[in-house]
């Protein structure tokens, strides 16, 4: 099991690396949530080197997505990595992100209101 890690982003954008899973979803969500109410508007959620994702990674990405639209900002998706796409499209839920979603590192249309 790889241990994740972030980098150090330009405001209003976090990226994530290694794995996204039950065993780094606290200190994930906290980190998360932080960006969120720290942002300014718009939080970019950059993907791109996400290794694993698995369903409590898959509950953060959605509790972060629902507490961007209750506090009326946006959440985008960006650089969205082979593991991310094909959990979000395996279960449906690409769409809730804004869709389609980008492997390549630029922004896909993920904006959301």
């Known amino acids: 099991m790889s241990e994740p890690s972030t980098l150090t982003p330009p405001p209003g954008r976090v990226r994530l690396e290694g794995e ?11 980190l998360l949530i932080d960006a969120l109410a720290g942002c300014g508007g718009t939080l970019e959620l950059d993907l791109s080197d996400v290794t694993e994702i698995d369903t409590a990674g898959l509950q953060l990405l959605m509790l972060l997505k629902r507490t ?4 009326g900002q946006a959440l985008r998706l960006i650089g969205c990595s082979p593991a991310v796409s094909e959990v979000l ?16 590192g630029q922004a896909g249309d993920g904006s959301t209101p």
């Not at 979803?25 to 906290?30: L, N, R």
């Not at 961007?68 to 506090?71: G, I, K, P, S, Y």
């Not at 499209?89 to 390549?104: R, T």
């Open 20 to 30: 996204v899973t039950i065993y780094h979803a606290a200190s994930q969500k906290a």
């Open 68 to 71: 961007a639209v209750r506090q």
């Open 89 to 104: 499209e395996l279960v449906n839920v690409a769409g809730l992100f804004g869709g389609p979603l980008s492997v390549d």
